[in-house]
């Protein structure tokens, strides 16, 4: 069964480096998000991304962060320079299209140090 | 600015008999509702799924009710299994859009 995957599964980094979070999105489909869970918190949604460019965006998504499709099968988070309050469960989602169910990744967890 | 809410962080049931979630939420926009399940250090797992036309929807054990009126979704689970321990979100949204989660109930089955 196609499932989304990402990469690192865990990723310890210093405040005010930059970090990628990497996801490979399901192969057809079309619509790419990013969500993250901030330890004891609800899933939040970050950004939708569709036809290579920003479709939604929460407020959280702020200038310190950046989206990518580089190729034909990844979907990048950047942030330019980490917080601490940036430490959190990242999940990727993709979807078919914009009115189908949206499938998880197993998450990256970041660490902000 | 909780628009989906999910007032119970917890629900103990024993094997075998039913298990109801309950969903609550705020904004009549929403169209499009989801039960995800996470087990820890995993991702959201889809469960099941309702759209706003309907009120039902069963897939095996599972089933969502929707009440729109009273902005208000459950999922059923017949009969439970310790297998279907996890915590289980509440999501919704307009189709297309964010999805909005609520907090999660943990639900234990035991045997």
């Known amino acids: 069964e196609p499932e989304v995957t990402q990469t690192p599964s865990h990723q310890v980094t210093q405040m005010g480096q930059e970090v990628i979070l990497r996801c490979v999105p399901i192969s057809n489909h079309l619509y790419f998000y990013w969500y993250r869970q901030i330890l004891g918190q609800k899933v939040e949604f970050l950004v939708s991304f569709y036809n290579n460019e920003i479709s939604e965006k929460s407020e959280i998504f702020d200038d310190q962060f950046s989206v990518e499709r580089p190729d034909g099968s990844n979907f990048t988070l950047k942030i330019r320079s980490t917080k601490l309050e940036d430490s959190a469960m990242y999940f990727c989602a993709s979807s078919a299209s914009g009115r189908d169910t949206q499938y998880f990744g197993p998450g990256t967890r970041l660490t902000v140090l | 600015d909780q628009q989906v809410k999910q007032n119970s962080p917890s629900l103990s049931v024993q094997e075998g008999r039913i298990s109801i979630l309950n969903c609550d939420y705020t904004?009549?926009?929403?169209?499009?509702f989801l039960w995800y399940k996470k087990y820890p250090a995993e991702g959201p797992t889809f469960l099941i799924s309702?759209?706003?036309?309907?009120d039902k929807n069963e897939d095996g054990r599972f089933t969502v009710f929707l009440n729109k009126s009273a902005k208000h979704l459950s999922l059923h689970i017949v009969p439970s299994q310790p297998g279907d321990s996890a915590v289980y979100f509440c999501?919704?949204?307009?189709?297309?859009?964010?999805?909005?989660f609520g907090k999660g109930t943990s639900l234990l089955v035991t045997p």
């Open positions: 309702i759209s706003s036309i309907k």
């Open positions: 999501a919704a949204g307009r189709s297309g859009y964010a999805l909005n």
């Open positions: 904004n009549s926009m929403f169209d499009y």
